[in-house]
């Protein structure tokens, strides 16, 4: 099984209450790819520039990730820059530059036109519809989004909302996306135009998954200190999909509920430390441990 992740390999520059790191890799693809590997392949579609570390290439490619589909051209590599304050749920952006992913068109090899599991991360929405002209015969195709393209490009995004199985968005872009300040309304407006699951994601308060005549709520693991909670999104959405992608299930309930707690659990981990660090020394027994913590946590 393999997951195809059609998404961002980037720098940042992030400021916490921690600390300040400057110019750390990041990225949606980056993170969704990493929190994925401990379950499936993935395989990423994406661009960097001749400044992307070769270190990080190879650390990629150590971690089993498919990097077919990754180009590198002339020029820098996307870069983004944000802050933190003591609420690590909000974050104000500093500086943003796409650099060789503002001209980048996303182009599927040939092998991977053909896997059952693609995520089209938060990139333009035009993009993810050109994407699913490639893709053949998926058995999942999940999206996420962000405020940019909500205002910028709703209808787009709106269009693409209707071809996709399952939607991951933060509770900030569900209200804004649908006008709806009620989250269980809210989503099940958005199950109306079209995916059969919608992933809220909670920051702290964890995250609600919402189906036809199905809700779940999972919460975060416990944490005194947030350090970095920039890649928890893409980390949540990785966890999930691999899962799912690895045990071939993708409409039972219970799997969907296992799934959320498996993404909750690798968004956990992320935020211990700034950027992908964590992933450096990160092992399945320690996800599988902190699974059986979230277990007791839920349980009476």
């Given amino acids: 099984m393999s997951l195809v992740i059609i998404g961002s390999l980037a720098f940042d520059t992030i400021e916490t209450p921690f600390g300040r790191k400057e110019r750390i890799i990041g990225g949606s693809g980056t993170y969704c790819s990493l929190a994925a590997s401990f379950f499936t392949q993935s395989k990423i579609v994406g661009v960097v520039g001749e400044d992307f570390p070769d270190e990080t290439i190879e650390f990629l490619k150590g971690k089993k990730i498919d990097l077919k589909g ?26 943003t530059e796409p650099n060789v992913y503002e001209d980048f068109r996303p182009q599927l090899p040939p092998d991977y036109k053909k896997d059952e599991t693609v995520f089209l991360a938060n990139i333009d929405p035009d993009q ?29 995004l709106l269009k693409v909302l209707e071809k996709v199985d399952l939607y991951f968005a933060n509770d900030e872009e569900v209200r804004l996306l649908i006008g709806e300040k009620n989250l269980i309304k809210a989503g099940k407006k958005i199950l109306d135009r079209g995916p059969s699951f919608v992933v809220i994601k909670k920051g702290e308060h964890g995250a609600l998954v919402l189906g036809k005549d199905f809700v779940f709520g999972v919460p975060a693991h416990p944490c005194e200190e947030v350090i970095d909670p920039t890649g928890a999104g893409d980390s949540f959405a990785g966890g999930f999909l691999g899962y799912l992608d690895k045990m071939n299930s993708f409409d039972d309930q219970s799997e969907i509920r296992r799934a959320a707690v498996y993404g909750s659990v690798l968004a956990s981990f992320v935020i211990e430390d700034f950027g992908i660090n964590r992933f450096n020394t990160l092992t399945m027994k320690e996800i599988q441990d902190r699974f059986d913590q979230f277990r007791k946590l839920v349980s009476f």
């Fill in 70 to 95: 990754l180009e590198v051209r002339p020029g820098k590599s996307f870069f983004w820059e944000g802050h933190y304050g003591e609420d690590p749920n909000k974050r104000t952006t500093i500086k």
């Fill in 128 to 156: 993810q519809d050109e994407i699913l002209t490639q893709v053949l015969q998926p058995r999942l195709i999940a999206m996420d989004t962000i405020n940019l393209w909500i205002n910028q490009k709703r209808d787009s």
